[in-house]
């Protein structure tokens, strides 16, 4: 299958500082990227959609300016979580659609001290 | 009614056992279906695709009945390496559209 490359896996930050993740396509272009996120026991939770070259697609209760999406090629997409907060801990994962597939990224383990 | 249900579990069974998920979905125009593996504190992996006449893939046997909206995994002769949450995904856009829709997974241990 295809590869995604997600980039850190592992983040432990001070409460204020914003968090870079990054995800990339390897062997494929991908005009869609989708960002969820995960928290203990729980089932994945749609963040956003990104789309490359226009602005991302956000879900109902998810701040658009707390995280902070920027598809700016077929291969990558960022989020940042800006000025972390505790309640922010979870881990975070990004996939990339190749037809009707998604495929996902190894996952961010963000944790905010 | 959740668009993408699935039997939480946890399914215990011993080794060598036969193991079967079902998920029930919500929206008739649902157009593809997969089921996804997920082990703890990792990414899902796409297991299979469901096609309308069934398929296989070794072990794994998937069946989807669209009348009754009703997808199905069958897991033989079941080795430890299953033990894993396993991800009933729909995608539940029409015609043209794309809205993959994840059930909330069935954990399965599988015991020496």
């Known amino acids: 299958g295809a590869v995604v490359s997600q980039h850190p896996s592992r983040v432990i930050c001070k409460s204020g500082t914003s968090v870079k993740i990054e995800c990339r396509s390897l062997?494929?272009?991908?005009?869609?990227m989708f960002w969820y996120r995960q928290f203990p026991k729980q089932s994945l939770m749609l963040m956003a959609t990104s789309n490359e070259g226009s602005k991302a697609t956000y879900e109902q209760g998810v701040e658009k300016d707390k995280f902070l999406i920027n598809h700016a090629s077929l291969t990558l997409s960022t989020l940042t979580v800006t000025s972390a907060h505790p309640e922010d801990s979870s881990f975070y994962i990004c996939?990339?659609?190749?037809?009707?597939?998604?495929?996902f990224g190894a996952g961010t383990r963000l944790s905010v001290l | 009614r959740k668009e993408v249900e699935q039997d939480p579990g946890p399914f215990n069974v011993p080794e060598g056992a036969t193991v079967a998920f079902n998920c029930t979905y919500s929206n008739s125009a649902s157009q593809s279906f997969f089921w996804y593996r997920q082990d703890c504190r990792k990414e899902p992996k796409l297991l299979m695709s469901v096609y309308s006449s069934g398929n296989e893939d070794g072990r794994f046997t998937a069946q989807l009945n669209r009348a009754s909206q009703y997808i199905s995994l069958l897991i033989r002769d079941s080795k430890l390496s299953d033990s894993a949450t396993y991800l009933c995904?729909?995608?539940?856009?029409?015609?043209?559209?794309?809205?993959?829709?994840f059930g909330k997974g069935t954990k399965l241990s599988v015991i020496p």
């Open positions: 062997d494929f272009q991908a005009t869609t």
């Open positions: 996939s990339a659609r190749q037809g009707d597939i998604q495929y």
């Open positions: 995904v729909v995608n539940a856009g029409g015609a043209g559209s794309y809205q993959l829709t």
